[in-house]
């Protein structure tokens, strides 16, 4: 089970609280500055976990990775409910 924050070397993955669904939600943080980049939440007509990024937002390939491997073990994580 993913831990309710996780920190990568580019990204910091903290949950937020439940609002009445059944699935995680985390806002997703600038390691080196703290800046709201993206929240990660489950999208129900799609079945999967989504990234809906702040505007203005540049993101290098690597922040990408780590968000992209976060995103994958949340689905993991819920196909194996």
């Not at 937020?16 to 939600?25: E, V």
Request: hydrophobic share 35%.
């Amino acid at each position: 089970m993913i831990k309710s924050q996780v920190i990568t070397t580019h990204l910091i993955f903290q949950e937020t609280p439940m609002s009445g669904g059944k699935t995680r939600k985390f806002q997703v943080s600038s390691a080196h500055d703290g800046d709201l980049l993206a929240v990660v939440h489950f999208r129900p007509n799609w079945r999967c976990y989504v990234a809906s990024m702040e505007k203005n937002i540049e993101w290098s390939t690597e922040c990408l990775q780590d968000l992209q491997a976060f995103i994958k073990e949340l689905q993991m994580e819920y196909k194996e409910r």
